[in-house]
């Protein structure tokens, strides 16, 4: 893929740290305001994209890119599963809430949901960079 | 009762584990589907013995109650359900292992295969409607994906044809869920059916009905909506044509509409006569229609589509019947037309791996090079067919027996003639394939596929001898379970007032 004009550089990396950040916002805030992992991971995902779309790629990064999608997409599930079986584990019933509920309208509270909001940003954020790059490689990514 | 999550959890945890483990060491990758195919077939049978004691077990998802949270209500029927997916995901993958060698990427399969089961395991077990269409669409999305794995232009195509028709049942189905939801302000399945019966006769009753049986029919392949499965069965890969066929379609739409038509409407025999006379109807167009288009086929495969969607036929027509017997002859007839199209699907994808062609024209000899494929087509065929000592023959018997208690002679006659239309068109691939002399170079199938198909045979066989334990410990209950009708409802909400 090749990159953009030296503008659409400069702006890009003023913007894209602030950009994160506002994805990590929307992402550990899941609880208290609306959004939440899934809208974050896009956020997130949406960084990684503008990247790659200003600045260009090779082939054997894109490769390389998508197989690590693929490996944090994998994390992000496992970490969700995982949380629901520690409930069956630790409370006794799939899914249960385990964590204390803290005091409402707290970055630190609601048990169990702000882990799980994390588990789904990166599943989405990675899901959704690993589309982009299917769709949008300059080679077909097959891998053995 | 904590092993009912597991159902779903277990497939889906190991369906992330393994784009991991597939990077560190790639045999790991058909360990583990194949151990956890096996682990969730252990707690199947589990379930059935807990089934035998507790009629209805319902799990709290997060410790919410219903019907405010989602739970999941796991009666006979699921049991017999879970215990019959199980059966076929373990025999498709250990046939893939070798099968997939030809293939790239062949561990991205199991994931796949792991997400499919996770998603039909969803569908039998939740109690929720929301949620039985969001594990619908998990299972139907993965197995989109799967009929396209080989990437060829025709399996593209297929693939293509069946997300089209796949999508356009899924679709109708949310649509189906917003107008229930809007109606009845709640998307608990037992709550539903308690709302329900307020709204009974209704246009607003029958016309959710028949959206719902409109995109089961699609998912089912029933006839006038069967166009998908003919391209997708003979595109996908061997063991995914038998999951596809022998379970799959059977989960998306006959678990389905039998749980929403019973369950949930409260529909009977007795008291909507007009409906179920359709069922039977929409069964027998499916019996002739596929069953007499199986001849004219050239494809070993796409003649297996068509059979099966003829089985699907038979299946109907015993929930049609709607008594006891009926219900029980299509409850079997699920579980005989598993094994047998599931064992003929995997023979399919043992003579493409030894002589490289589906198109029975050119095959020739098979019979004495892959004696095991051989005699394994032999058996499925034969239970297909209904001979007697199989579970195939037991199937039929029931739905006839039933068709005979209600009163229905010539369906009962027609049954059985129509039966022998399935011995027609599989004799074709019998005299084509294996009976037929021929110079072939064709080597015997590698030593998992011949477990895989050994271990349908036995299961066939066993169940067929052993029918009256079947009847009396898994297929019977299930039968019951589902002519229970609205007490379902009930038995959820009271599921918690009861002590144990």
């Known amino acids: 893929m090749k990159g953009m004009s030296l503008i659409v550089k400069t702006v890009t990396n003023i913007v894209i740290g602030f950009i994160f950040i506002y994805g990590l916002y929307i992402i550990l805030h899941g609880h208290l305001t609306p959004g939440g992992g899934f809208a974050g991971g896009v956020i997130i995902a949406g960084v990684f994209v503008l990247k790659l779309l200003t600045f260009g790629s090779k082939a054997k990064d894109e490769r390389s890119a998508s197989t690590q999608a693929s490996v944090w997409e994998s994390i992000g599930g496992l970490l969700f599963v995982s949380v629901a079986f520690l409930g069956l584990l630790l409370a006794g019933t799939f899914f249960i809430n385990f964590l204390p509920k803290g005091t409402p309208l707290h970055l630190l509270s609601a048990g169990i949901i702000p882990i799980c909001n994390i588990a789904i940003a990166i599943k989405v954020g990675a899901g959704l960079f690993a589309i982009f790059l299917a769709l949008a490689a300059q080679k077909y990514i097959i891998e053995d | ?500």
């Open chain 2, 1 to 500: 009762m904590a092993f009912i999550p597991l159902f779903i959890a277990l497939p889906l945890f190991s369906a992330f584990l393994i784009p991991i483990l597939g990077k560190i060491y790639k045999p790991l990758v058909w360990l583990l589907s194949t151990a956890v195919a096996f682990v969730l077939f252990v707690l199947a049978l589990y379930g059935v013995a807990v089934s035998q004691e507790i009629s209805m077990v319902v799990y709290k998802m997060g410790n919410w109650p219903p019907p405010l949270g989602i739970v999941m209500a796991y009666d006979s029927f699921s049991a017999f359900m879970v215990l019959v997916i199980s059966i076929i995901v373990f025999a498709c993958s250990m046939f893939s292992l070798r099968f997939l060698s030809t293939y790239t990427g062949n561990w991205k399969f199991y994931t796949l295969l792991m997400l499919m089961t996770a998603g039909m395991m969803g569908i039998v077990i939740t109690g929720d409607l929301f949620n039985m269409f969001v594990f619908l669409e998990i299972a139907a999305l993965s197995s989109y994906a799967l009929v396209a794995f080989g990437l060829k232009g025709e399996q593209l195509e297929a693939s293509f044809k069946y997300i089209v028709m796949g999508e356009i049942a899924g679709l109708i189905f949310l649509l189906t869920i917003a107008l229930i939801y809007a109606k009845t302000s709640t998307l608990n399945l037992a709550d539903i059916s308690t709302a329900l019966q307020f709204a009974k006769n209704t246009t607003f009753f029958w016309m959710t009905l028949g959206m719902l049986l409109f995109a089961f029919s699609i998912k089912a392949a029933l006839v006038p909506f069967h166009s998908w499965l003919l391209d997708a069965y003979p595109a996908a890969p061997a063991p995914i044509s038998s999951l596809l066929a022998g379970i799959c379609t059977k989960v998306f739409g006959i678990y389905t509409s039998a749980r929403i038509i019973f369950n949930i409407f409260g529909l009977s025999r007795a008291n909507d006569p007009l409906f179920f006379n359709f069922l039977i109807g929409l069964g027998l167009l499916s019996i002739i229609f596929a069953g007499v288009t199986a001849f004219s086929q050239n494809d070993y495969k796409r003649l297996l589509a068509y059979s099966s969607i003829s089985q699907v036929g038979f299946i109907l027509l015993g929930f049609g019947i709607g008594n006891y017997y009926g219900v029980l002859g299509a409850i079997l007839f699920i579980l005989a037309h598993s094994l047998a199209k599931g064992l003929l699907f995997l023979t399919s994808g043992s003579v493409v791996h030894s002589a490289g062609t589906t198109d029975i024209k050119k095959l020739s000899g098979l019979g004495e090079r892959m004696s095991t494929t051989a005699w394994s087509f032999r058996i499925g065929a034969l239970s297909v067919i209904g001979m007697p000592p199989l579970i195939g023959f037991f199937a039929k018997l029931f739905i006839i027996i039933g068709a005979i208690k209600a009163g229905f002679l010539w369906i009962a006659i027609a049954a059985g003639v129509l039966s022998l239309l399935s011995l027609g068109y599989l004799l074709r691939i019998e005299n084509n394939v294996f009976m037929k002399k021929g110079k072939s170079e064709a080597k015997p199938a590698p030593f998992t596929m011949r477990v895989a198909m050994v271990l349908l045979v036995v299961l066939i066989v066993l169940v067929g001898v052993g029918y009256q334990t079947i009847v009396d410990y898994i297929a019977g209950p299930a039968a019951h379970a589902l002519l229970r009708g609205l007490e379902y409802s009930h038995m959820v909400f009271n599921y918690f007032s009861m002590s144990f």
